[in-house]
T-cell receptor, first 110, second 116 residues
Framework: DAKTTQPNSMESNEEEPVHLPCNHS???????IHWYRQLPSQGPEYVIH???SNVNNRMASLAIAEDRKSSTLILHRATLRDAAVYYC???????????FGTGTRLQVTL | GAGVSQTPSNKVTEKGKYVELRCDPI?????LYWYRQSLGQGPEFLIY????????DSGLPNDRFFAVRPEGSVSTLKIQRTERGDSAVYLC??????????????FGPGTRLTVL
């Protein structure tokens, strides 16, 4: 499985935008980029995914580099409820299983 | 609507005992996954069912672990002769269409297993 690299932790102030980076230099042409997050004491929760184009949904935006070797999850206005571990995952579409790394722990402060 | 549910939420057992963990996926989801998560780590894949059959069991750590999904909905993860190293949160997820990259997986809250 192609690997992803994320910072261990990041901090943000409430109401500020947050940019969570992910490097995936060995991504293959068929890999989708998925982001999940895990709030304390809960199971992971789907956030967003994309293949080549930037994507927006009600939770976040996903910016994908032109060469697809990196991507950025953008939370437009962080709230205290966004404090979680964010996982960047590559999925081939045929493997089906998700291979989680250790993710980025996001802390949001007032 | 109802999400993925898992029972029990907590299970404490003694070393050497047998345990069963249950997962009720979202109705209509054909794919079901089991993961386990140790403290401070991301979830680790165990097994994936498509319908009633195990399509990928490459993540099961050894033959003490076994899972079934006899009618293509509810699944049971079975652990024999439990060891202290089996202590973890066991997560179940389901998805509607696992054959494309649009494979959004919906996770349950997990079962926290503690082996004393």
């Amino acid at each position: 499985d192609a690997k992803t690299t994320q910072p261990n932790s990041m901090e943000s102030n409430e109401e500020e935008p947050v940019h969570l980076p992910c490097n995936h230099s060995t991504i293959s042409g068929t890999d989708y980029i998925h982001w999940y997050r895990q709030l304390p004491s809960q199971g992971p929760e789907y956030v967003i995914h994309g293949l080549t184009s930037n994507v927006n949904n009600r939770m976040a935006s996903l910016a994908i580099a032109e060469d697809r070797k990196s991507s950025t999850l953008i939370l437009h206005r962080a709230t205290l409820r966004d404090a979680a571990v964010y996982y960047c995952i590559l999925e081939t579409g045929t493997a089906s299983k998700l291979t989680f790394g250790t993710g980025t722990r996001l802390q949001v402060t007032l | 609507g109802a999400g993925v549910s898992q029972t029990p939420s907590n299970k404490v057992t003694e070393k050497g005992k047998y345990v069963e963990l249950r997962c009720d996926p979202i109705s209509g989801h054909t794919a079901l996954y089991w993961y386990r998560q140790s403290l401070g780590q991301g979830p680790e894949f165990l097994i994936y069912f498509q319908g009633t059959g195990a399509a990928d069991d490459s993540g099961l750590p050894n033959d003490r672990f076994f899972a079934v999904r006899p009618e293509g909905s509810v699944s049971t993860l079975k652990i024999q002769r439990t060891e202290r190293g089996d202590s973890a949160v066991y997560l179940c997820a389901s998805s509607l269409n696992p054959f494309t990259g649009n494979n959004e997986q919906f996770f349950g809250p997990g079962t926290r297993l503690t082996v004393l």
